[in-house]
C-alpha cells in the first residue's frame, strides 16, 4: 500500500511549526550575540548590533501572525503547546530580560510560557544556580 501525504490546515499547521522551529535553531545570531539567555537578569539593555532590529522583529511578527491565526486554539502559537514553543522560550527570557515585550499578542504570548508550571520549575532552579557566567552578564 502506496503511504497517503496529508492535505489540509493540519499539515500546513505542522509545516509552518516545523519551518518557524528550524529558524528558531538556526537563525537569530544577533539575538543570540547580544541578548544572552540570563533568566535572572532584568532591566538589561543590549548593545547595538547589526540585525538586531530585524531579528526582534522577526521574532515579533511570528508571534503576533501566529497568535492571530491561532488563538482560538488556546494561548500557545500554534494554539496547543508544541515543539514551536520550547524553540522559543529561550527567546521569551531575552526579551524579558532585554525589556523587548510588545503590547498586545507579544506580550500576552510571554506570560503565556512564563505562567507554565514546568517553565517556573526551570525558572525557580535558574535562580538557585550558583555559578555565574560572565558572558551572560552583558548589557548593564
Known amino acids: 500500500m502506496k ?3 496529508r492535505c489540509g490546515p493540519r499539515s500546513a ?3 509552518r511549526a516545523r519551518s518557524i522551529s528550524a529558524e528558531m535553531h538556526s537563525g537569530f545570531i544577533p539575538i543570540r550575540k547580544v541578548m544572552p539567555m540570563n533568566i ?3 532591566g538589561r539593555k ?3 548590533y547589526p540585525g538586531l532590529d530585524a531579528d526582534i522583529a522577526r521574532v515579533r511578527d511570528i508571534w503576533r ?3 492571530a491565526q491561532y488563538a482560538a486554539a488556546g494561548s500557545w ?3 496547543q503547546y508544541s515543539i514551536a514553543d520550547a524553540m522559543f522560550a529561550p527567546v521569551v527570557f531575552r526579551f524579558f530580560t532585554y525589556g523587548e515585550g510588545e503590547p498586545g499578542a ?3 504570548y510571554m506570560q503565556t510560557v512564563a505562567r507554565d508550571p514546568l517553565v517556573q520549575d526551570w525558572v525557580r532552579d ?5 555559578e555565574v557566567i560572565a558572558g551572560s552578564e552583558v548589557g548593564a
Open 3 to 5: 503511504p497517503t501525504r
Open 13 to 15: 499547521r505542522h509545516a
Open 46 to 48: 543590549a548593545a547595538t
Open 77 to 79: 502559537l500554534f494554539g
Open 65 to 67: 501572525e501566529l497568535r
Open 126 to 130: 535558574s535562580e538557585l544556580e550558583q
Open 40 to 42: 535572572r537578569a532584568h
Open 106 to 108: 507579544v506580550d500576552e
